[in-house]
């Protein structure tokens, strides 16, 4: 049993929705609550949402989307993963959008919804491969879309599509795509009134990449790009603390290891805070990792392993640049079992 413990901030959170919500207006935030709202806890994270004025979540799946409802009912719910028929019906009950991204989900979520057209936001691939309609193929589906919805099936009210943020010029090329198929829905006689696009980065850094919604992940989080700058009024919202188990020699031993969700690459390679101030992580075991002494270090210490400078210690995107890889990655493989704390110093505050 691990001694760790995920310190998330809510009223951080809400800042951040609200800095988000600010800056791309009169676009709108979709916040992304997949995997866990990435680690802090779907249900308390889409409270906070909704406490900011978030009024569309983005879930990934059906479970998760449900779990949101259950917080946000009057909020629009977007959910881009029904595997089977059952979750198509669930999606209906509980007024879910879905995303469509294939015919063969397209003439399922038909089916299933038979005469209640059910809300659907239309996917076409604008290069990322990951599923989508092919340019070749969308007049077809959009043409198939259009009956479906005169037969009362589908309600076709969004077109949307993910892109790579990796390069601009790949970026805009998958912009003119995306654009054209939403020209190409309108004449085959599609009214779509939700356009989404962009995540992230491309969504805060360029206005035409906004349309009508940003899907909002890691910003939302305060979890910035790898190697990008940090982005005022924005913060990360969680900290991981563990405590020292042992002392030996020069070696001080932290109850948090690789089986919690501590990438073992990340030894040597990064600080952690600790009473001392920042000292190097030397090693990542399974059940614990190693951190190189400091004067009067004990058993029962507290130990900051990344988090918004309360000790000194990374980010969770500082400690994932160290290792090539990205904030969330770091958050979302903090284990299930690691138990979730939720402040919100800003209510504590204005009750008072
Ligand atoms: C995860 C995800 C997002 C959010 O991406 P961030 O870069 O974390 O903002 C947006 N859209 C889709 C389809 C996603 O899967």
């Excluded at 995920?6 to 800095?19: E, G, K, Q, Y």
């Excluded at 795509?177 to 009214?191: F, K, N, P, T």
């Excluded at 000292?279 to 059940?287: G, H």
């Amino acid at each position: 049993m691990t001694d760790a413990l995920l310190r998330i901030d809510v009223s951080r959170i809400r800042t951040n929705l609200m800095t988000l919500r600010a800056h791309i207006a009169p676009a709108r935030v979709m916040f992304v609550v997949k995997d866990d709202a990435y680690g802090h806890g779907v249900d308390a994270v889409a409270a906070a949402g909704v406490q900011a004025g978030i009024s569309w979540f983005g879930s990934f799946d059906v479970p998760t989307g449900l779990r949101v409802r259950a917080v946000a009912p009057t909020a629009r719910v977007f959910t881009w993963d029904v595997a089977t028929d059952e979750q198509i019906t669930a999606a209906l009950a509980a007024d879910l959008d879905v995303g469509v991204g294939d015919r063969h989900v397209l003439e399922r979520v038909a089916a299933v919804a038979r005469g209640r057209g059910i809300r659907i936001h239309l996917k076409i691939d604008t290069g990322l491969h990951r599923n989508g309609v092919r340019a070749e193929e969308w007049p077809d589906f959009v043409a198939r879309a259009k009956t479906l919805q005169d037969a009362g099936d589908v309600t076709v009210v969004g077109i949307w599509s993910h892109i790579a943020e990796a390069s601009e010029n790949d970026d805009e090329e998958a912009r003119t795509v995306y654009e054209r198929a939403v020209d190409i829905a309108r004449a085959a006689g599609l009214s779509p009134d939700v356009l989404h696009l962009a995540a992230s980065a491309a969504g805060y850094d360029r206005s035409t990449f906004r349309h009508d919604l940003v899907r909002f992940g890691a910003f939302g989080y305060g979890v910035r790009s790898t190697d990008g700058p940090d982005i005022p009024g924005i913060a990360p919202a969680a900290t991981l603390f563990t405590r020292v188990s042992a002392v030996r020699g020069d070696e001080v031993t932290i109850a948090y290891g690789s089986l919690d969700g501590l990438p073992t690459t990340l030894g040597g390679h990064i600080t952690v805070g600790t009473p001392g101030g920042p000292q190097p992580l030397v090693r990542v075991d399974p059940a614990t990792s190693v951190v190189a002494q400091w004067p009067d270090a004990a058993v029962g210490d507290t130990v900051a392993i990344f988090g918004p400078g309360i000790l000194g210690e990374s980010s969770a995107t500082t400690l994932a640049e160290a290792i090539g890889t990205v904030g969330e990655e770091i958050l979302v493989r903090v284990s299930p079992l690691v138990p979730r704390e939720y402040i919100d110093p800003e209510a504590r505050g204005a009750r008072r």
